[in-house]
C-alpha cells in the first residue's frame, strides 16, 4: 500500500523561507569567468574545384586470343614459356601426327597421275585434229577427245585442290601466335594428345601495347556524366571527356594517361551499374591482362566550396564543421563532403554557404556555443595546382 503523507501549508512555506534566508546568508567563493580563446577562421566562398572520382577496375589486354589445336595429334615441341613476348606468326607449339604428311604425299602423287593424264589428254587431241581437218575421220573423234581432256583438266584441278587442303592440314601442325603479346598459362606441355574438341585452350596471347581498364559506375554517376559532359551525342561526350588515371595495386599512380572510349549501353541488372572502358598505352609492357586497379576520374566543378579536412570531425558516421556566428559563438553543423585530390582537403555539397566562418585548426577542443576570438587566415591545399580557399 502506498503511503501519501501531506504537510501543511505553513509548514512548506516556512520550510522554503529558511533555505532562501540560508542561501542568501552563504557567501561562496568569486568563480573566475574563462577569457575567449583564439582559433583560426577562414571565410568561404564558392569556388573552381577538381575532384577525382575513383572507380575499382580490372585490366584485359586489347586482343586476348585463345590458342587452340585445329588438328589432333601430340605435342611434339613447346617453343615458348608461360609470361615470355611473342611476335605475329611465331611458332608456339608444333603437332606430330604423320597421317598429315601422309596426305601430303598422296596428294601430290594424285597430281602427278593427274598431270600426266592431261597430258596424255591433249596429245590425242593434237594427233585427231589434222585427220579431222582431212575428212579421214569424223568431227565426233575430236570433240570427244577434247571433252576427255577437259574431264582431264578437272580431274587435275580436284587434286591440286586435295593436295592444298592436305598441305593446309600439314601446316595446322606449327601453331603461331595471331598476334604480337604476351603468353598466359601452359596447361599442356610436350607429349600431351590434343585434339580440336580439346576444351581447354592451349595456352591464351595478351596484346598488351594498349590494355583496356573496365569500371563501373552507378546510375546516378552516369546520369551525371550524359547530363554534365560537354557534346551533343555520347561518342563526343566521351571524347570530350577529361584523361583518367590509373591507381596500380601498390597504390602507385601509372604514369601513363588514359581515355575513356566506351559505355555500355545498358544498366547490369544485378548490380544497376553501367560498364565503362578506358584505354591506356602500355609501352613498357608493365600493365597485365588480370591486374586490378582503380580509376581516377577527374570531376571538375565551376562553384562550389572546399575546406580543409582539419576543419572537420567526424561523429556517428556524419562530417561536423564549428561555424563562428556573429557573436563569435560556434555552432556544429553537419556538412556533405566529397574528398578532393591529394586527401587534404574536402568539397562541400551541402551545410555551408558563401560567407560563412569555419574553423580550422583546434576543432577538437570546442563545443558548440563556446565563445572563442577569431583569427582570420587563409589556407591552401595542394592537388594537380593549388587551389586556394580565399579569405575575403
Given at each position: 500500500?502506498i503511503?501519501?503523507?501531506?504537510?501543511?501549508?505553513?509548514?512548506?512555506?516556512?520550510?522554503?523561507?529558511?533555505?532562501?534566508?540560508?542561501?542568501?546568508?552563504q557567501?561562496?567563493?568569486?568563480?573566475e569567468?574563462?577569457?575567449?580563446?583564439?582559433?583560426?577562421v577562414?571565410?568561404v566562398?564558392?569556388?573552381?574545384?577538381?575532384?577525382?572520382?575513383?572507380?575499382?577496375?580490372?585490366l584485359?589486354?586489347?586482343q586476348?586470343?585463345?590458342?587452340?589445336?585445329?588438328?589432333?595429334?601430340?605435342?611434339?615441341?613447346?617453343?615458348?614459356?608461360?609470361?615470355?613476348?611473342?611476335?605475329?606468326?611465331?611458332?608456339?607449339f608444333?603437332?606430330?601426327?604423320?597421317?598429315?604428311?601422309?596426305?601430303?604425299?598422296?596428294?601430290?602423287?594424285?597430281?602427278?597421275?593427274?598431270?600426266?593424264?592431261?597430258?596424255?589428254?591433249?596429245?590425242?587431241?593434237?594427233?585427231?585434229?589434222?585427220?579431222?581437218?582431212?575428212?579421214?575421220?569424223?568431227?565426233?573423234?575430236?570433240?570427244?577427245?577434247?571433252?576427255?581432256?577437259?574431264a582431264?583438266?578437272?580431274?587435275?584441278?580436284?587434286a591440286?585442290?586435295?593436295?592444298?587442303?592436305?598441305?593446309?592440314?600439314?601446316?595446322?601442325?606449327?601453331i603461331?601466335?595471331?598476334?604480337?603479346?604476351?603468353?598466359?598459362?601452359l596447361?599442356?606441355?610436350?607429349?600431351?594428345?590434343?585434339?580440336?574438341?580439346t576444351?581447354?585452350?592451349?595456352?591464351?596471347v595478351?596484346?598488351?601495347d594498349k590494355?583496356?581498364?573496365y569500371?563501373?559506375?552507378?546510375?546516378?554517376?552516369?546520369?551525371?556524366?550524359l547530363?554534365?559532359?560537354?557534346?551533343?551525342?555520347?561518342?563526343?561526350?566521351?571524347?570530350?571527356?577529361?584523361?583518367?588515371?590509373l591507381?596500380?595495386?601498390?597504390?602507385?599512380?601509372?604514369?601513363?594517361?588514359?581515355?575513356?572510349?566506351?559505355?555500355s549501353?545498358?544498366?547490369?541488372?544485378?548490380?544497376?551499374?553501367?560498364?565503362?572502358?578506358?584505354?591506356?598505352?602500355?609501352?613498357?609492357?608493365?600493365?597485365?591482362?588480370?591486374?586490378?586497379?582503380?580509376?581516377q576520374?577527374?570531376?571538375y566543378l565551376?562553384?562550389t566550396?572546399?575546406?580543409?579536412?582539419?576543419?572537420t570531425?567526424?561523429?556517428?558516421?556524419?562530417?561536423?564543421?564549428?561555424?563562428?556566428?556573429?557573436?563569435?559563438?560556434?555552432?556544429?553543423?553537419?556538412?556533405s563532403?566529397?574528398?578532393?585530390?591529394?586527401?587534404?582537403?574536402?568539397?562541400v555539397?551541402?551545410?555551408?554557404?558563401?560567407?560563412?566562418?569555419?574553423v580550422?585548426?583546434?576543432?577538437?577542443?570546442?563545443?558548440?556555443?563556446?565563445?572563442?576570438?577569431?583569427r582570420?587566415?587563409?589556407?591552401?591545399?595542394?592537388?594537380d595546382q593549388d587551389?586556394?580557399?580565399?579569405?575575403?
Amino acid at each position: 500500500m502506498i503511503r501519501r503523507y501531506v504537510l501543511p501549508a505553513a509548514v512548506v512555506l516556512t520550510l522554503g523561507i529558511g533555505h532562501s534566508c540560508s542561501k542568501e546568508g552563504q557567501a561562496g567563493p568569486p568563480q573566475e569567468q574563462q577569457k575567449p580563446q583564439p582559433f583560426d577562421v577562414i571565410t568561404v566562398s564558392q569556388g573552381p574545384a577538381k575532384l577525382l572520382n575513383e572507380y575499382p577496375a580490372r585490366l584485359e589486354g586489347t586482343q586476348n586470343i585463345e590458342i587452340r589445336p585445329k588438328i589432333d595429334g601430340f605435342i611434339e615441341e613447346v617453343y615458348i614459356d608461360e609470361g615470355s613476348m611473342v611476335r605475329r606468326g611465331q611458332t608456339l607449339f608444333r603437332i606430330r601426327n604423320p597421317q598429315y604428311e601422309q596426305q601430303v604425299r598422296m596428294a601430290q602423287a594424285q597430281v602427278k597421275s593427274a598431270e600426266a593424264a592431261v597430258s596424255t589428254a591433249a596429245m590425242q587431241v593434237t594427233k585427231v585434229k589434222p585427220l579431222v581437218d582431212k575428212e579421214i575421220i569424223s568431227n565426233y573423234e575430236l570433240q570427244s577427245a577434247q571433252l576427255n581432256l577437259s574431264a582431264k583438266k578437272a580431274a587435275l584441278a580436284e587434286a591440286q585442290a586435295a593436295l592444298r587442303n592436305a598441305q593446309v592440314n600439314q601446316g595446322y601442325t606449327n601453331i603461331t601466335s595471331p598476334v604480337n603479346g604476351i603468353v598466359g598459362m601452359l596447361p599442356f606441355r610436350t607429349g600431351s594428345y590434343i585434339s580440336s574438341a580439346t576444351q581447354q585452350p592451349l595456352t591464351t596471347v595478351s596484346n598488351v601495347d594498349k590494355v583496356y581498364a573496365y569500371f563501373s559506375v552507378n546510375e546516378k554517376d552516369q546520369i551525371e556524366f550524359l547530363r554534365n559532359a560537354p557534346g551533343a551525342t555520347v561518342a563526343e561526350k566521351l571524347r570530350n571527356t577529361p584523361a583518367v588515371s590509373l591507381v596500380l595495386a601498390d597504390g602507385s599512380i601509372y604514369k601513363e594517361k588514359g581515355r575513356i572510349e566506351a559505355l555500355s549501353g545498358q544498366v547490369d541488372p544485378n548490380t544497376g551499374s553501367f560498364t565503362l572502358r578506358a584505354t591506356f598505352p602500355n609501352p613498357s609492357g608493365l600493365l597485365r591482362t588480370g591486374y586490378s586497379a582503380r580509376v581516377q576520374m577527374p570531376v571538375y566543378l565551376e562553384n562550389t566550396i572546399v575546406i580543409p579536412q582539419k576543419a572537420t570531425y567526424e561523429m556517428q558516421g556524419k562530417v561536423f564543421v564549428y561555424v563562428v556566428g556573429k557573436d563569435n559563438k560556434v555552432k556544429s553543423t553537419e556538412v556533405s563532403v566529397q574528398e578532393m585530390p591529394g586527401g587534404q582537403a574536402y568539397a562541400v555539397s551541402s551545410g555551408l554557404k558563401n560567407g560563412d566562418r569555419v574553423v580550422v585548426e583546434g576543432v577538437g577542443l570546442l563545443r558548440d556555443d563556446a565563445e572563442i576570438v577569431p583569427r582570420a587566415t587563409t589556407l591552401k591545399t595542394t592537388v594537380d595546382q593549388d587551389i586556394e580557399v580565399p579569405n575575403p
